[in-house]
């Protein structure tokens, strides 16, 4: 039998793939057919989620005509989302990935096809669509996790840090331009987003359908040991991320510098809508930051090849703090657009490399697991900055807010310099020889 399973159309690029890795180095990731096909499908997965995301919340205000109503079903979508997260990861490591990311693309599709029908007829009432919308976090934080954990039978470890950073920079360019193109879509009518969420998600099906693995792959990807439970691979995926020392460490990291960065966006967001400032001029701030990630992945891009691990995460913890001590005495509009810009910058390198290391050492099995074991411990404080920065500026103003989220980005800082083993973290061309 034949070991690698070859898609005829593409028979001239995966040759061309197959004489790089002879060589001993990696093909450009745009000559792997394999990761165009998963590329294309996540991109069109978010560009979807980009579509609905935008008008859910306006949708729900104009069927319940209460603002309460809007805001609550957005929050209980994500609590929802991030409690099938928690068990997801171990549902995706005992079954084919490739298979469960279809499945999630048919039933997004099937679910916001649904509202867009229901809408497109006027018979849509709040209840109906905040069913619909809970369901689809829930078969999203359930099954969306194959997605990035599929990743890594399809591509060479040394190449994980370059799409870690593509990545980074292609949900830079769908924030920056989703957001307008669905309002655009939505002021001509309601429906709009809807429907062009539904074709995006068929053409991420129909993409992922397109994934060819090698046959060993599939196998790692698709069957577990025989006579383990659900709940038994589920503690083996905490169990290993937990053992280890280093990941511990960066997850801390990793959690202290969520809380600190989305806590300084909350607190300049809602810090210019107390003092009256233009909607424009608003919408112009996460504009700056999307404007600064995109340019950061680029760079990342350039750097991802031969920049040390450990030095470029200790490089964007410093910067991020920097970024954020004008502000502690200062909060003019023109120094928050600024900063808000500039602190975009480390956050596609920080990512490409702490996380691409984390994922590219971990076991194609575990892929999932570790991934929902990561997301719960670094998402689950952030998920208070909004609070904290809102009573943070209602008691002491908007610089002593930006004071106290400086905190926890000093105390990853530090976690940086005091862990040789961060520091140490090598290039990615050396992580087949670094351990966990």
């Known amino acids: 039998m034949d070991p690698m399973i070859v898609d005829k159309r593409n028979t001239n690029s995966s040759c061309k793939a197959e004489e790089h890795r002879t060589k001993g180095i990696s093909a450009p990731l745009w000559r792997q057919p394999r990761y165009m096909s998963w590329f294309t499908a996540d991109t069109a997965s978010a560009a979807g989620t980009a579509m609905q ?252 090849d031969g920049a040390p691990v450990g030095i470029s995460i200790l490089a964007s913890s410093v910067i991020t703090l920097a970024v954020c001590i004008p502000m502690m005495f200062n909060g003019s509009y023109v120094l928050v657009l600024v900063c808000s810009a500039l602190i975009g910058l480390p956050f596609p390198l920080y990512n490409a490399m702490c996380l691409g290391f984390i994922f590219a050492k971990t076991p194609n099995r575990l892929q999932g697991r570790v991934k929902s074991a990561m997301s719960v411990s670094v998402q689950t404080l952030s998920i208070f900055s909004s609070a904290i920065a809102g009573m943070l500026l209602g008691h002491f103003g908007f610089t002593a807010a930006i004071m106290a989220f400086g905190v926890p980005l000093t105390a990853a800082t530090i976690v940086a310099f005091a862990s040789q083993r961060i520091r140490k973290i090598p290039a990615a061309d050396e992580w087949e020889r670094t351990g966990l």
């Open 53 to 304: 995301g935008f008008a859910i919340s306006l949708v729900a205000f104009k069927l319940s005509g209460s603002v309460v109503s809007a805001g609550w079903l957005t929050t209980l979508m994500r609590v929802v989302q991030q409690f099938a997260n928690l068990f997801g990861g171990t549902f995706v490591d005992r079954h084919g990935r490739k298979q469960l990311i279809i499945i999630n693309c048919a039933a997004e599709a099937a679910l916001w096809g649904t509202v867009f029908i229901l809408l497109f007829r006027g018979n849509l009432t709040f209840w109906v669509f905040a069913m619909l919308a809970v369901c689809s976090s829930l078969c999203n934080g359930f099954l969306g996790g194959a997605t990035d954990a599929v990743l890594r039978s399809i591509i060479d470890i040394r190449d994980y840090p370059k799409a870690r950073s593509v990545s980074e920079g292609r949900d830079a360019t769908i924030n920056l331009v989703g957001s307008p193109l669905g309002g655009a879509l939505y002021g001509f009518t309601p429906w709009l987003p809807f429907l062009m969420a539904v074709i995006l998600y068929a053409l991420a099906g129909v993409s992922a359908h397109r994934i060819n693995f090698k046959i060993h792959d599939q196998q790692i990807a698709g069957k577990r040991p025989a006579r383990t439970s659900f709940f038994d691979d589920f503690k083996t995926g905490w169990r290993y991320v937990f053992s280890s020392g280093l990941i511990v460490v960066l997850l801390i990291m990793t959690a202290l510098l969520n809380l600190g960065i989305n806590g300084v966006q909350y607190a300049i967001q809602l810090y210019l809508v107390s003092i009256h400032t233009n909607a424009f001029f608003i919408g112009l701030i996460d504009s700056s930051t999307c404007i600064g990630v995109l340019v950061g992945a680029f760079m990342a891009g350039k750097l991802s």
